[in-house]
T-cell receptor, first 117, second 114 residues
Framework: KQEVTQIPAALSVPEGENLVLNCSFT??????LQWFRQDPGKGLTSLLL?????REQTSGRLNASLDKSSGRSTLYIAASQPGDSATYLC????????????????FGQGTILTVHP | GAVVSQHPSRVICKSGTSVKIECRSLDFQATTMFWYRQFPKKSLMLMAT?????????EQGVEKDKFLINHASLTLSTLTVTSAHPEDSSFYICSARYQGLSAFFGQGTRLTVV
């Protein structure tokens, strides 16, 4: 059974800092790994998706890396801003028990990020 | 990117009544949609997988008679919480796969049962 763990559970930083969020997963047989952002009471916004064959993806100030063999991913946020404050969720897509094509997305618990002005 | 619309965003209902939540893929066809439940300060828990034209696949521990899922078209899946009770109060989120393996999520529905 796939398990996804995110560290730290919460992070509070001053504006401008570079920061790293960590995600680990137990089953390395994944299709892809996706990082999401969730604002309070809202749905999920996809930030970055890394295919299992890729090592990293970048979008603006965000960079996500994937080391499938060790079961780890990191999300790097450069020059953090108060608007980055949100919960960040990592999720991995693995083959479900029936082996059907749609797979199963397993989420970590999330990291609550607060960026102070 | 792909857009998934969920409605309503908030609903309050009386205990014992049923509530329907809609999930629509606005600009693509989704043969498979997913329904999640999220408890306060917790992560998302997959409830069921909704397959267009066939029965939904429920995760272990999820009551299929309690949470009715219908996926009648390639752009619409519905979740009906039947005979709702206060313990069903939660945040429900749907998602749809786009271009194979990318997941896009609706805005979520906050259900409060009083």
């Amino acid at each position: 059974k796939q398990e996804v763990t995110q560290i730290p559970a919460a992070l509070s930083v001053p504006e401008g800092e570079n920061l790293v969020l960590n995600c680990s997963f137990t089953d390395s047989a994944i299709y892809n790994l996706q990082w999401f952002r969730q604002d309070p009471g809202k749905g999920l916004t996809s930030l970055l998706l890394i295919q299992s064959s890729q090592r990293e993806q970048t979008s603006g100030r965000l960079n996500a890396s994937l080391d499938k063999s060790s079961g780890r991913s990191t999300l790097y946020i450069a020059a953090s801003q108060p608007g980055d404050s949100a919960t960040y969720l990592c999720a991995v897509l693995t083959r479900n028990a029936g082996g059907t094509s749609y797979g199963k997305l397993t989420f970590g618990q999330g990291t609550i990020l607060t960026v102070h002005p | 990117g792909a857009v998934v619309s969920q409605h309503p965003s908030r609903v309050i209902c009386k205990s014992g009544t049923s509530v329907k939540i809609e999930c629509r893929s606005l600009d693509f066809q989704a043969t498979t949609m997913f329904w999640y439940r999220q408890f306060p300060k917790k992560s998302l828990m997959l409830m069921a997988t909704s397959n267009e034209g066939s029965k939904a696949t429920y995760e272990q521990g999820v009551e299929k008679d309690k949470f009715l899922i219908n996926h009648a078209s390639l752009t619409l899946s519905t979740l009906t919480v039947t005979s709702a009770h206060p313990e069903d109060s939660s945040f429900y989120i749907c998602s749809a796969r786009y271009q194979g393996l990318s997941a896009f999520f609706g805005q979520g529905t906050r259900l409060t049962v009083v």
